[in-house]
């Protein structure tokens, strides 16, 4: 019994400081510091233990009050000055093997999903200093990138057998969520050493100063400026004790991202005349899937008379596709090669409200075929040129997109943007933040492959939730906005 008294993990009285911080020693040399703010705790593991301490684990939770009630949020790091105490304190644990991995997750194929994990487990051990230089790792979005965390080249991971075992399929619903994971351990992370590096210069970051919903919200791809506004207007609007409100914050910023790009140009009929809609950009962004949910939409739920021009004459797929489509809403189409033939097809459908063009999808680096889409269009004397961009595509092809393909229109008061594969997209801010600095409207919002429920019209609100969607709802923000 003795032995077993010495072998306990011994604990000394917690050593409170300012603002409630305060620092635990144990018996394996490990401090653990407690704060308010992720920022104050770092400084207080800087002050104590010096700039080469090393980080074992942090985590948030809340301490005081009764049954719950009146408890406050703090932040508490486990640290050690000594790397070699670092090394036998940090939880490692072995990683699994892929057959073992595959059998974990069978049970839950035919299940519901679980639950998205918001708050990773431990962090490695990570040096201060070191971290402040160091980029963020790139957070894993292929199902080979996961599959690749169970390398067979690892000992460990490899199984004990001497009969070959034909590798069983990865279940995809296993992967997603080890995406998830790993997103979010990649947020905690941001948050991190972005609190390091403010308390380093004596500043609180746009994201630190938003807490989770801001590493969220950096984490959809929203480009620092738009963050650090959001953050000013959070600070000027609220008092402290409404920052310490998740729900008070989350309503701030809903109105606020609302607000972050225009909305409206939706396709309306010219009063004794036809409008003329062209469709254009880039390659694999869905317009001719989204001509179609427009076409069904206008005829079958606004009872306008819709006709059809198709100019995409490159895939004939993309031709055959709209024709069916065409046959089934009972809509006119016409095939065009060129702008030549463009004008006489125009002609035809005199008699239609609405005539929607689709056009081959180009390039943005291949100035002569926009060049020909540019006569096209003028061809056509398009009253709206509405360029499709994929809400997945990040912000230097977007970036790249808008600048090409907005020359295409002879007016710029007549461009507008549809935002399709919003379903698909984990980095949508990113978009959004280009077209922010366009200044056209987003006319549409596009959100699966149904025809023709999958678009709706862009509203801010609508905005707002996308972009808000990729916050957990119980993002606790007490103390995190200073």
Do not use: C, W
Request: neutral net charge; charged residues 25%.
């Amino acid at each position: 019994m003795a032995d077993n008294a010495a072998k306990t993990k011994r604990t000394t009285p917690a050593a409170r400081g300012p603002s409630g911080r305060s620092a635990v020693d144990d018996a394996q040399g490990l401090r653990t510091f407690r704060a308010s703010t992720m920022a104050e705790a770092l400084s207080e593991v800087k002050k104590t233990l010096g700039s080469d301490a090393v980080i074992l684990r942090t985590r948030s939770t809340k301490v005081g009050g009764v049954l719950g009630v009146g408890a406050r949020a703090v932040v508490e790091i486990t640290a050690s000055a000594d790397p070699a105490v670092a090394a036998v304190a940090s939880p490692r644990r072995p990683r699994p093997t892929r057959q073992a991995a595959d059998a974990a997750a069978a049970p839950a194929r035919n299940a519901a999903p679980p639950p998205r994990t918001e708050v990773p487990e431990p962090v490695d051990t990570v040096e201060l200093r070191s971290a402040e230089r160091r980029a963020m790792p790139p957070a894993i979005t292929r199902p080979s990138a996961a599959r690749a965390l169970l390398s067979k080249d690892d000992p460990i991971a490899t199984p004990v057998s001497s009969t070959p075992v034909s590798p069983a399929p990865v279940d995809q619903r296993a992967v997603r969520q080890l995406e998830d994971e790993m997103r979010a351990m990649r947020s905690m992370m941001t948050e991190v050493l972005e609190a390091s590096r403010s308390a380093a210069s004596g500043a609180v970051s746009p994201i630190a100063r938003l807490g989770p919903i801001g590493g969220a919200l950096a984490d959809s791809g929203l480009p620092e400026t738009v963050l650090g506004e959001l953050s000013r207007t959070v600070d000027a609007e609220l008092s402290r004790a409404e920052k310490a409100d998740d729900q008070i914050v989350r309503a701030v910023l809903a109105r606020l991202l609302g607000d972050l790009v225009t909305t409206g140009g939706t396709i309306e009929p010219k009063r004794g005349a036809t409008r003329v809609i062209a469709m254009v950009g880039p390659t694999g962004v869905g317009k001719t899937t989204t001509i179609a949910k427009l076409a069904a939409d206008l005829k079958l739920r606004r009872g306008l008379r819709v006709g059809l021009i198709t100019a995409d004459t490159y895939r004939i797929a993309a031709v055959e596709q709209l024709r069916t489509y065409a046959g089934i809403i009972g809509l006119p189409l016409r095939v065009v090669l060129g702008a030549d033939e463009l004008a006489s097809a125009r002609a035809a459908l005199e008699d239609r409200d609405v005539i929607l063009v689709d056009t081959a999808g180009r390039s943005p680096r291949d100035a002569s075929k926009l060049a020909a889409l540019k006569e096209l269009v003028a061809a056509a004397r398009a009253d709206e040129v509405h360029l499709v961009l994929s809400s997945s595509m990040g912000a230097s092809a977007a970036a790249r997109a808008v600048e090409r393909f907005a020359a295409v229109a002879d007016d710029r008061e007549t461009l507008r943007v549809i935002l399709s594969k919003v379903d698909e997209a984990d980095e949508i801010g990113a978009v959004l933040g280009v077209v922010r600095t366009v200044g056209a409207p987003v006319s549409y919002l596009t959100t699966g492959q149904e025809v023709p429920d999958d678009i709706e019209p862009a509203s801010g609100a609508r905005i707002a939730e996308v972009l808000l969607g990729t916050v957990p709802e119980t993002a606790d923000a007490a103390g995190a906005i200073a």
